[in-house]
């Protein structure tokens, strides 16, 4: 089973983010901030990563960052979303930013793209 890390502070929008891509059929973990997710992510390696860029303890351009650094984590997909204006500049060779809101079948064929089918 292709496994997802979910990253978002806001609980409604990690909440339902893993509810549809579980539903889909891909094994989800979430982390609240970029600090919890990296460790997450050194401990079990995902497949891709969804993760907001505003939020507390590590943000999700430093995460971004963090990933691209370590040798086993630096190929992994990455999609950063943010309701910010501008996108960031990403030191990371496999990542993408996308502007919230995303529909649900938006994120579901960015999914896809990066992972195909679960």
């Known amino acids: 089973m292709k ?3 979910v ?3 806001e ?8 509810l549809i891509l579980e539903m889909e059929g891909y094994e989800v973990t979430t982390a609240s ?6 460790e997450s992510a050194r401990a079990n390696p995902p497949d891709l990563v969804i ?6 303890h590590m943000d999700g351009v430093a995460f971004i960052r963090e990933l691209a650094a370590n040798d086993s984590l630096a190929q992994v997909p ?3 979303m943010s309701a910010a204006a501008h996108a960031p500049t ?7 930013f996308r502007r919230k809101p995303l529909s649900i079948d938006d994120l579901l064929d960015l ?6 089918e679960a």
Do not use: C, S, Y
């Open 3 to 5: 496994k997802i890390l």
């Open 7 to 9: 990253v978002d502070d």
């Open 11 to 18: 609980f409604d929008i990690l909440t339902t983010w893993r």
């Open 33 to 38: 901030n970029g600090r919890v997710a990296l």
């Open 51 to 56: 993760t907001d860029w505003m939020m507390p």
């Open 78 to 80: 990455v999609i950063l």
């Open 90 to 96: 990403l030191e990371h060779g496999n990542a993408q």
């Open 111 to 116: 999914v896809k793209h990066k992972l195909g």
